[in-house]
């Protein structure tokens, strides 16, 4: 989807409105609590999650900001924001006609998403993951703890939203199906019949019809089978960098630390493109070809070291959206006990732990046990928040080291992060954001905002649908300019038919300095606007975001169009 299709940006003089009761979302309840800020690329804050047990994997509480030492490519750094481990009262539900991408009304509480990866993830193997996922529902899941379900096929899926109630979570995996592994025809032509045979097989197998392939002719079909294995690990890698993009974009704006529960086969890259040893398959690349490994195998090992090569910028981009979104992996080998020797696909899981600060769950029989050891993580994590001594966003790696002055305590966190701005990376596009995160059927939350959608039948005057939009203006990032604070917003209103098409949308933009007086309002009440859209016939729902034009950190919410 790209937004060509958006009417030209409405440019407001905005005369603020703050009058929220004017709008009738005055009945949307507060919220019980201010949540903990989220990283804002404006402000360079660090937040790095630390997770502080005993030898026997308790939690260790009490803990106190005196007690941590952190250290930055080996230099301290002054503590400047402190988290201990909590819980948020759940909030009133909303009324009707009004939703929020709010933090409160996404999941209240630790963050947990179990993420089934179908796309890297052998057909058999999906089966037995699944088997292992319902009996953690069944015998482990604990009343309170609250997790939501995506999938990994072609693109992100949502099978379960948040919830924290195991027979909900039960029936939801209940209805997930394995599926075949996408791209595989393109690993592995196969024909049909039980003679079906493998495109290595034709190349070192006899043709009973013309007898032996020239060495020409096996060197052409070795070719041809090599960019087709080529071809779909460098779509499976592109696919699952895009997932874990979207997953930025839907848990960014939520407080804390967040824990995706990978249930994979194989993840395709690391998040560190550079400063890693090269797997097996691409080191057979480099020495004398005295080896005799199959079409399949020469081009896993090509394509991987290709890709790390020609998407060190997209990976190293991603690594960084994943870091201020305080994501922590649990890679969970679908595989179980494995004989097998892929000891590349198990060390590639390690390091996407050790780089986010989750732990990896690998070559064991009761797969259920990692998944149990990342909500066990959760009631042992503090929040430290840092300014760096180098103000310089540099895209270069910065290490963190982290301490606790307590005797017996092992600590888990990041490795580090990128400094980097997203925003200003080679090819970054804000009107592609927004695209990616409409395409989404979970809330962006990034930027936090609730909204009033009026349907045409309730507003017989205008025949049209009216959305009133109310920003967090938190999650906004102000300019300082002469005369006040600068904020710079877009907002877009989008309709669709129930087969996906876009019937209508209308966007606006606010690009106006406002005074600081007003500007501490706008803090206080929220950014308030209002649009008219024609719904057209066959509208059955509308997808709306508002984006910050200086980050491009966005927020969406999807809400029907007809009376539920």
Not at 75 to 90: D, G, L, Y
Request: contains cysteine.
């Amino acid at each position: 989807m790209t937004l060509h299709g958006f009417r030209g940006h409405r440019f407001l003089t905005l005369v603020l409105v703050i009058c929220v009761a004017a709008t009738g979302m005055a009945q949307a309840p507060a919220s019980p609590q201010v949540p903990p800020p989220t990283i804002r690329v404006t402000t360079h804050l660090v937040l790095v999650d630390v997770v502080v047990t005993d030898k026997q994997g308790k939690p260790v509480a009490g803990l106190h900001p005196e007690d941590f030492t952190l250290e930055e490519n080996g230099k301290a750094q002054k503590i400047s924001m402190f988290v201990r481990p909590s819980e948020n009262a759940a909030p009133e539900p909303l009324p009707p006609g009004i939703y929020s991408n709010r933090p409160e009304y996404r999941s209240e509480g630790p963050i947990t998403v179990m993420l089934l990866d179908a796309l890297n993830t052998e057909y058999k193997d999906q089966a037995y993951a699944r088997q292992q996922m319902l009996r953690f529902v069944q015998q482990q899941y604990k009343p309170g703890e609250r997790m939501a379900v995506f999938t990994l096929t072609g693109s992100l899926g949502v099978l379960q939203d948040f919830t924290a109630d195991p027979q909900i979570l039960y029936t939801a995996l209940q209805r997930y199906q394995p599926q075949p592994k996408t791209f595989q025809t393109a690993a592995q032509p196969t024909q049909s019949g039980e003679g079906a045979a493998t495109t290595s097989q034709i190349v070192t197998d006899l043709d009973p019809a013309t007898g032996p392939l020239s060495d020409s002719a096996q060197a052409a079909v070795a070719a041809f089978a090599g960019a087709q294995v080529g071809y779909a690990e460098d779509q499976r890698a592109l696919i699952t960098l895009n997932a874990l993009n979207s997953l930025a974009r839907i848990l960014g704006g939520l407080p804390g630390r967040k824990s995706i529960i990978w249930v994979t086969g194989d993840l395709p890259f690391s998040l560190i493109p550079e400063n890693r040893s090269v797997t097996d398959a691409e080191l057979s690349e480099d020495l004398p070809s005295l080896d005799t490994r199959r079409v399949g195998q020469h081009a896993a090992g090509s394509a991987a070291e290709f890709f790390r090569q020609s998407h060190a910028e997209d990976i190293r981009e991603t690594a960084a959206r994943l870091s201020s979104a305080q994501v922590a992996i649990y890679p969970v080998d679908a595989r179980g006990l494995s004989i097998s020797t892929d000891t590349d696909a198990q060390e590639t899981m390690r390091e996407m732990a050790r780089e986010t600060g989750g732990r990896a769950y690998v070559n064991q029989n009761e797969i259920k046990e990692g998944v149990e050891r990342a909500f066990a993580d959760e009631s042992a994590t503090y929040t430290l928040g840092y300014y760096p001594e180098n103000k310089k966003y540099d895209g270069k790696y910065r290490n963190i080291k982290v301490k606790v002055n307590q005797s017996g305590a092992e600590v888990f966190h990041r490795r580090g992060y990128y400094a980097i701005d997203p925003s200003q990376m080679k090819g970054y596009s804000p009107s592609q954001e927004v695209a990616s995160a409409l395409a989404n059927s979970s809330p962006a939350t990034q930027v936090s905002f609730t909204a009033q959608v009026v349907r045409p039948e309730a507003n017989p005057a205008k025949g049209k649908l009216g959305v009133s939009f109310l920003v967090d203006a938190s999650t906004l990032s102000g300019e300082d300019v002469s005369g006040g604070k600068k904020l710079n917003v877009l907002f877009y209103t989008a309709v669709y038919s129930a087969d996906g098409k876009m019937t209508s949308n209308e966007s606006k933009k606010v690009d106006q300095v406002f005074d600081n007086d007003t500007y501490q309002k706008i803090l206080q009440h929220g950014l308030l606007l209002h649009m008219d859209v024609d719904p057209k016939a066959g509208a059955d729902q509308v997808r709306l975001a508002v984006q910050d034009g200086r980050t491009g950190l966005v927020g969406t919410i999807n809400a029907p169009v007809k009376a539920q």
